[in-house]
């Protein structure tokens, strides 16, 4: 509690008060008498906060709100409740102000002080949050336009200086490079929560090279095999949740081999038709038979404590179901573990390339991004019409334009998003297969309402292959 004056000066206070003004709350100053008169000249040289205008003790409040609250106060106006958040302290406090004598004029003001920090600091946090994921949604946005147009650019520069092997090199290291801004725009967007998991086709050679160079520098001591037999497929699976994944099998591999060893990535056909598999073998110290059936389990573990609680490997098998795959262990002690992960096989590009000769309506803000992308579209094969807003994109219907499919960013000028244009798209044609590309989506929940509305969603950046494949999945009647 504060008790002032007409002039806002310090008259009493209790020890929530002192302690606000960073004062002990036994300090002698905590007495209801006056330490000077009233008419005392501004500016006496006082020993205590007594007789001191309250945003004189608090300077960050000089010339404030709660300056001009309290001045209005005794005018007559103001609200007698409001909150006030000491920077100095970091705490939020909720004062509420009570006129003292006649009430035509009143000759103090007490002001109550609650502590609100404990009860605000959960919804302040949330708010702070909200707000970094806001601003991460729209450079995630703006980024992935950049690296959408950067990889596809890139790919087209390795395919064309195939003969030239330095250079094809260096377009390879940019493609790396743009995978590797795409992984951090993943991670923003999944802080965000912003963007479902979405399979997309995920080349093995490259990924298990990766791997590879970053298990030996990781385990100098061991031997790391790569085997991807030549022309195998890719598969279709979460990339960044496949390479944690993989990077988990590799991690567990590492850490039975402490004396060294052979630590072999290899892909091949599964039994199982249309899908592939991938092995992660050791020849380390393997698996006890009844460590080994109940591994896969969460909070199952051989490894000492500090290694982590037994998680790894429940979501390594957790992804492969989530992505229509299966995970499986052959292992014994003394005879290393062989991790079997079996993943979907994606068409191949060819078999995704049935589009060809087809129109695609092309409708995206991004000037650099339309260009790239109705340039991979016209590379398979298929005849493009670009418009940067929906409102173009429905005119061009309206005056006859008959796509096969209408291939939208989410996020468009003009206030109608990707899947309002498609319902209006439509209404005039329907039946009109139709496709979304993202670089975020504005709602947590707008991956779901894009299925709901049987419109698929890719996100970007994306290579041509992956495209073609989501191309070739929205025509299929």
């Known amino acids: 509690m504060f008790r002032l004056?007409?002039?806002?000066?310090?008259?009493?206070?209790?020890?929530?008060?002192?302690r606000m003004l960073d004062l002990p709350a036994d300090a002698p100053v905590l007495t209801a008498a006056l330490s000077v008169p009233h008419d005392a000249p501004h500016g006496t040289p006082l020993g205590s906060p007594h007789g001191v205008p309250l945003w004189e003790m608090l300077p960050e409040l000089q010339d404030g709100p709660l300056q001009a609250q309290i001045t209005g106060l005794f005018a007559g106006a103001g609200e007698r409740l409001f909150l006030f958040r000491h920077t100095g302290l970091g705490r939020d406090y909720a004062l509420a102000a009570d006129l003292l004598g006649p009430a035509e004029a009143p000759e103090a003001l007490e002001l109550r002080i609650r502590d609100l920090t404990a009860d605000l600091a959960p919804r302040l946090r949330e708010e702070r949050l909200e707000a970094a994921a806001r601003l991460g949604l729209r450079l995630a946005h703006d980024f992935n336009n950049v690296l959408t147009v950067s990889l596809g650019n890139a790919e087209f520069l390795a395919e064309a200086l195939v003969d030239r092997p330095e250079l094809a090199e260096a377009a390879r290291l940019m493609i790396e490079s743009v995978e590797r801004g795409a992984g951090l725009t993943a991670r923003v967007l999944q802080f965000a929560r912003r963007t479902p998991p979405q399979a997309s086709r995920v080349e093995l050679s490259p990924l298990l090279e990766r791997l590879a160079a970053r298990q030996?520098?990781?385990?100098?001591?061991?031997?790391?095999?790569?085997?991807?037999?030549?022309?195998?497929?890719?598969?279709?699976?979460?990339?960044?949740?496949?390479?944690?994944?993989?990077?988990?099998?590799c991690l567990n591999a590492l850490r039975a081999?402490?004396?060294?060893?052979?630590?072999?990535?290899?892909?091949?056909?599964?039994?199982?038709?249309?899908?592939?598999?991938?092995?992660?073998?050791?020849?380390?110290?393997?698996?006890?038979p009844d460590l080994a059936e109940r591994c896969l389990e969460p909070f199952v573990t051989d490894q000492a404590e500090g290694w982590g609680v037994g998680l790894g490997l429940s979501t390594v098998y957790g992804f492969?179901?989530?992505?229509?795959?299966?995970?499986?262990?052959d292992s014994g002690a003394g005879q290393g573990t062989c991790a079997l992960l079996d993943?979907?096989?994606?068409?191949?590009?060819?078999?995704?390339?049935?589009?060809?000769?087809?129109?695609?309506l092309l409708v995206e803000d991004d000037a650099a991004s339309r260009a790239g992308i109705a340039a991979m579209l016209r590379h398979l094969g298929l005849g493009v019409t670009t418009t940067a807003s929906a409102a173009e994109a429905l005119e061009a219907l309206r005056d006859g334009l008959r796509p096969d499919l209408l291939l939208s960013d989410?996020?468009?000028?003009?206030?109608?998003?990707?899947?309002?244009?498609?319902?209006?798209?439509?209404?005039?044609?329907?039946?009109?297969?139709?496709?979304l590309i993202s670089g975020y989506t504005a709602r947590p929940d707008a991956g779901e309402a894009t299925q709901?509305?049987?419109?698929?969603?890719?996100?970007?950046?994306?290579?041509?292959?992956?495209?073609?494949?989501?191309?070739?999945?929205?025509?299929?009647?």
């Open 5 to 18: 004056d007409r002039q806002g000066r310090i008259m009493a206070m209790d020890g929530a008060a002192a």
């Open 216 to 249: 030996r520098l990781l385990a100098p001591n061991c031997r790391v095999e790569v085997a991807v037999p030549p022309g195998a497929p890719p598969v279709l699976a979460d990339p960044a949740a496949l390479e944690a994944a993989l990077q988990e099998l």
């Open 257 to 288: 081999m402490t004396q060294g060893g052979t630590l072999r990535l290899a892909a091949e056909a599964a039994p199982e038709a249309d899908m592939l598999r991938l092995t992660v073998a050791d020849t380390g110290r393997g698996l006890p």
């Open 320 to 329: 492969a179901r989530a992505n229509g795959g299966s995970l499986s262990l």
């Open 343 to 360: 993943l979907p096989a994606a068409p191949r590009i060819a078999e995704a390339a049935g589009t060809r000769r087809r129109e695609v």
């Open 410 to 435: 989410v996020v468009l000028p003009g206030g109608l998003d990707g899947g309002r244009l498609v319902e209006a798209a439509r209404a005039m044609l329907p039946g009109l297969p139709a496709l």
């Open 452 to 477: 709901e509305r049987g419109i698929r969603l890719l996100s970007k950046p994306f290579r041509r292959g992956e495209l073609a494949e989501a191309l070739r999945q929205a025509l299929q009647p």
